[in-house]
């Protein structure tokens, strides 16, 4: 039943109407919130510079490498999110990545677990569960962040992909259906898995949103560890979009309660009842 994430905690800084935000980010600090809460056994993949602030925050400590950590800021002021980038610690590498694990998680976010170390993922990990974002995001020198295609070899290293609606926009969504599941998010619309003969919509789970940073970590996170304690897809998909709506009501990584946590595992027992 064990996990692995791969991703890097991040230095985040969120800029809202309402003022600014500094605190722990990365889709490994979401995902992590979420596998602790459900008391999901995992291990974490990342790297940190010295610089890192959040250290006595994170239960699965990181590698500290020279440079600066990972830095991103997040502009809801407009009311899209616009990603920058300050500063960018050094990729992940095959040999990072150690053990065997019933599902794996790669959440990158600045594009820290490249093919060579997607292909060790592959390895050691029975399942493979992806966030399309660090497939697809490049930085370019100003630090914008951008989109990229999906790069043809990263398919077959993959059984579920998630991607937003906007992150779908840029993938072959026919042909990819074809050869794993996907799970195309769309905010408070839900979610629908795709795979190669059905389409099948989750509704989003009720939610007062108050900061949608790391909602589709957290779905991912809820989605693994549904498909680690033995759900369908479908179930798995339902406790991850239980997940990711405790996300969006609290300013960043968010800590569920005791009897949160309680009622997404009865979710998840039930679920594999179905």
Request: with cysteine; charged share 20%.
């Amino acid at each position: 039943m064990s996990i692995l994430i791969a991703g890097h905690y991040c230095h985040d800084t969120l800029l809202s109407n309402a003022g600014t935000h500094r605190a722990l980010g990365g889709s490994a600090a979401y995902a992590a919130a979420i596998l602790e809460a459900l008391h999901q056994p995992y291990a974490v993949a990342a790297k940190v510079g010295a610089d890192f602030l959040y250290g006595a925050q994170v239960t699965r400590p990181a590698r500290v490498v020279p440079g600066r950590t990972s830095s991103f800021i997040d502009d809801y002021r407009s009311g899209e999110r616009r990603c920058s980038v300050e500063a960018v610690c050094e990729p992940l590498d095959p040999e990072d990545i150690e053990g065997a694990y019933e599902v794996g998680i790669a959440c990158a976010i600045t594009g820290e677990v490249p093919l060579p170390t997607l292909r060790r993922i592959r390895q050691v990990c029975a399942v493979v569960v992806a966030d399309a974002q660090g497939l697809l995001r490049e930085i370019s020198s100003g630090g914008e962040v951008r989109l990229r295609p999906l790069d043809p070899e990263a398919e077959g290293l993959l059984d579920f992909l998630k991607a937003s609606r906007g992150e779908a926009a840029l993938l072959d969504l026919p042909a990819l259906r074809r050869k794993l599941t996907l799970l195309i998010t769309d905010g408070a619309r839900g979610c629908t898995i795709l795979t190669a003969s059905s389409e099948t919509h989750v509704p989003a789970s009720a939610a007062e949103e108050k900061d949608p940073t790391g909602a589709g970590d957290c779905f991912l996170a809820g989605f693994a560890a549904g498909l680690a304690r033995g759900l369908k897809p479908l179930q798995a998909a339902r406790l991850g979009a239980y997940c990711g709506a405790r996300a969006v009501e609290q300013v960043g990584v968010p800590r569920l309660t005791p009897a949160q946590a309680r009622e997404a595992l009865e979710l998840a027992a039930n679920g594999s009842h179905e």
